[in-house]
């Protein structure tokens, strides 16, 4: 099941932040974050693994709640080019560890204007 | 990481027809790829994991004889849409899959630029 993410847009002024919230119903091995322009591909921003290691974006920072299975993308003092959308992609845990599999979330539309 | 290239970049096509589309690993041999699709304004759907040397896992309502995957070298995955239809009209991704044991910095995919199919 695909999971959701809120909100569904969000305009901001440059240099006002935003959350993006990621749910799933299901448990999480990890969460990777992802920015979509239109007409790309999506471009890796973060990924959250269980047990609470970060890696990735310098200006971007995320946080995991393995219970809750909910992650939540925190952009400060946004730019122009922050604008896109914004994707959790959850992997879960299988035989082994990871599935390897990403489950791709509702999307979240964020337009940052001058 | 990884670059990853897709081919064509975009493509348009009459009702029945085939179309296949590429996905290569420029740089390093990937064992995993993944196919995706992306309706307008939509997310990321994934249809297939597509291994290398053995027959690609499909996701539940993606038809595994109307989306054939070969995935017959490490560096090169390609998705057919046979029969193509007009609801066929989408964004087709593809990912790279590279792992901690492939000397990934952690699991991470990294996609192509994406091929758009029209469907007349």
């Known amino acids: 099941q695909q999971p959701v993410q809120s909100p569904q847009a969000v305009i901001l002024r440059e240099g006002e932040d935003a959350v993006i919230n990621c749910s799933s119903s299901k448990a999480l091995y990890s969460v990777h974050w992802y920015r979509q322009k239109h007409g790309e591909a999506p471009v890796f921003l973060m990924i959250?693994?269980?047990?609470?290691e970060q890696k990735g974006h310098e200006k971007i920072s995320a946080s995991f709640n393995e219970k809750k299975q909910q992650s939540s993308l925190y952009l400060t003092a946004s730019q122009l080019s922050y604008s896109g959308t914004y994707f959790c992609g959850t992997e879960r845990g299988g035989i082994g560890g990871a599935t390897n599999k990403l489950i791709f979330g509702t999307g979240t539309l964020l337009a940052v204007q001058p | 990481g990884a670059v990853v290239s897709q081919h064509p970049s975009w493509v348009i096509c009459k009702s029945g027809t085939s179309v296949k589309i590429e996905c290569r690993s420029l740089d390093f041999q990937a064992t995993t790829m993944f196919w995706y699709r992306q309706f307008p304004k939509q997310s990321l759907m994934l249809m297939a994991t597509?291994?290398?040397?053995?027959?690609?896992?499909?996701e539940q309502g993606v038809e595994k004889d109307k989306f054939l995957i070969n995935h017959a070298s490490l560096t090169l995955s390609t998705l057919t849409v046979t029969s193509a239809h007009p609801e066929d009209s989408s964004f087709y991704i593809c990912s790279v899959y590279l792992g901690l044991a492939g000397g990934g910095r952690y699991n991470e995919q990294f996609f192509g630029p994406g091929t758009r199919l029209t469907v007349l």
């Open positions: 959250l693994l269980k047990g609470g």
């Open positions: 597509s291994n290398e040397g053995s027959k690609a896992t499909y």
